[in-house]
């Protein structure tokens, strides 16, 4: 099914198109989602086990070639539902898009903006990104799985990221992970891996921890049965970020995470809870090749913002890069006034820079006020397509680099989207519907899990109830669309997603 359901659903007159509405309706329908829906706010559903597996840097438009090496992916999508596209949140980057996966909201509420958390420097040195710190000091609402396992259900997670430390993760085998864990202990029992090997596990290559990490989930799944297990796998990143997205070892690595996959669909289907599992595979933002590289810093040490020997370089403000984004950093408070009209002077008719973004623009996209928390920049940079930034304070400004690839660049743009695919408990078969936001994904789970889940921007997927006519859904749909929600309200209507399987009582669910 190639056409989508939003490009019906937007326009003001239903009745030349009412035919495929109903054909769609028809294809939607499914009775026991409504069910998996109804029970959400009011019981945690035991037996419900729901997999998100996130293919890091998996970009939505790799799908629609068909020289792609996935047959297991292809196969999930014949036998559930695919979007044609899942929104990314700012910055296109991978930690902000996993926590809003957990979260549902945008990273003005959760706040987690880089890969770890901005430490800034007290001596005028560069602030720096701290990876191994505690969720709690890092994301500032509710997760999830935090809400899944205070309703009494038990979680897992594998490799998800942003989640050092949380105590709302009943089984584990981190990123980094410990050779006196549980999980870890099992892997070596069974010859899998050794604790020498664990001792040394960031060493190794990313496809050999994509293959450890893998049987750490399958173990979780197969001895456990977690209520939610969330599982990342990082080798395409890895790999689009070397030699570029659609690259020859792109399809390889793409062709890699499918086998990957499939251990993970061989086992649910083992488990005798297949009718019971629902898997949900993401990514949390597509790639983009460049081939011009920036040095935002460069240029503030020209300007004699930055000065020093070039291993104690100190200054008041510093950009801190990511890929096709940059965040401008004024860090001596005091100062704050005087440099940011010169901050946003020197960056102003730079060739490869598209936009600067002023805090009264950071609701536009999503981006948290500075007021909000101390990892906010006082001016947001964003790259030109085939332009990128680079962190670096030595070489030249602006040089042309060979190809690679990166992400960063704002959510609108068409190659950083991302991936949707469902299969399993309360998931329509052969269903493909219009683009989502991964905000929807959160309150998704929690409508399986049967967890309630307020005062998220997004909204769980829903399909619509047996027995609507077509041109009713359509317009209930439509008007649902046009009056939203208090979240949505505040989100520009670029970047406002439509409510695909919006239900027709959405308080039932929400409240
Ligand atoms: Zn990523």
């Known amino acids: 099914m190639l056409t989508y359901i939003k490009g019906i659903i937007q326009g003001d007159k239903f009745t030349p198109t009412l035919r495929l509405v109903r054909r769609l309706c028809i294809i939607a329908l499914l009775a026991s989602t409504a069910s998996v829906g109804l029970s959400a706010a009011t019981k945690p559903q035991k037996k419900h086990t729901v997999v998100v597996v996130s293919l890091d840097g998996f970009p939505a438009y790799a799908l629609d070639d068909p020289r792609l090496p996935i047959p297991t992916l292809r196969k999930l999508a014949r036998e559930g539902v695919i979007a044609a596209s899942m929104r990314p949140i700012n910055p296109t980057v991978t930690w902000p898009n996993h926590t809003a996966i957990v979260t549902g909201v945008n990273a003005s509420e959760h706040q987690v903006l880089f890969n770890g958390l901005l430490t800034r420097s007290t001596d005028g040195s560069k602030p720096t990104i701290e990876p191994w710190r505690d969720k709690e000091e890092l994301v500032h609402t509710p997760t999830i799985y935090d809400l899944a396992f205070n309703a009494g259900l038990t979680t897992a997670q594998v490799d998800w990221v942003a989640i050092y430390g949380a105590k709302s ?245 068409p190659k950083m989207q991302a991936i949707f695919i469902a299969r399993g408990a309360g998931i329509p078969k052969g269903v493909r519907i219009d683009s989502i936001s991964n905000l929807d994904v959160a309150p998704t789970i929690a409508a399986l899990l049967g967890v309630r889940m307020d005062h998220v921007s997004g909204h769980a997927i829903r399909i619509r109830s047996r027995g609507m006519s077509a041109s009713s859904a359509a317009a209930r749909e439509y008007s649902m669309n046009r009056s939203c929600c208090g979240s949505c309200a505040s989100v520009p209507s670029d970047i406002r997603q439509p409510h695909l399987f919006a239900s027709f009582n959405r308080s039932t669910f929400r409240s």
């Open 169 to 413: 993760i009943t089984w584990q085998f981190p990123e980094l992970p410990d050779p006196n864990g549980k999980i870890e202990h099992e892997l070596i029992d069974a010859e899998i891996v050794t604790a020498d090997q664990l001792k040394t596990f960031e060493d190794s290559s990313q496809a050999w921890q994509d293959e450890i990490w893998t049987a750490a989930a399958v173990d979780i799944l197969q001895k456990y049965k977690p209520n939610l297990l969330l599982f990342h796998l990082l080798t395409l990143d890895d790999i689009n970020h070397t030699y570029g997205s659609m690259s020859p070892a792109s399809f390889t690595a793409m062709a890699f995470l499918d086998a990957k996959v499939k251990q993970i669909v061989d086992v649910i289907d083992r488990s005798g809870r297949a009718k019971n599992t629902t898997l949900i595979i993401v990514s949390d933002h597509g790639f983009r090749t460049y081939t011009n590289k920036i040095r935002p810093n460069v240029l503030l040490k020209e300007k004699g913002l930055l000065t020093g020997p070039p291993e104690h370089l100190s200054g008041d403000a510093w950009v801190m890069t990511e890929g096709g984004v940059a965040g401008v950093y004024v860090t001596n408070p005091e100062r704050r006034a005087e440099l940011l009209p010169e901050l946003r002077r020197i960056f102003s008719d730079i060739k490869g820079i598209e936009k600067i973004y002023g805090t009264d623009e950071f609701a536009e996209i999503g981006f948290p006020l500075p007021s909000g928390g101390n990892q906010t920049p006082d001016l947001v940079l964003a790259a030109k397509p085939d332009y990128m930034f680079g962190g670096e304070s030595d070489g030249e400004f602006i040089t042309h680099v060979p190809d690679a690839g990166t992400h960063g660049y704002i959510n609108t743009d």
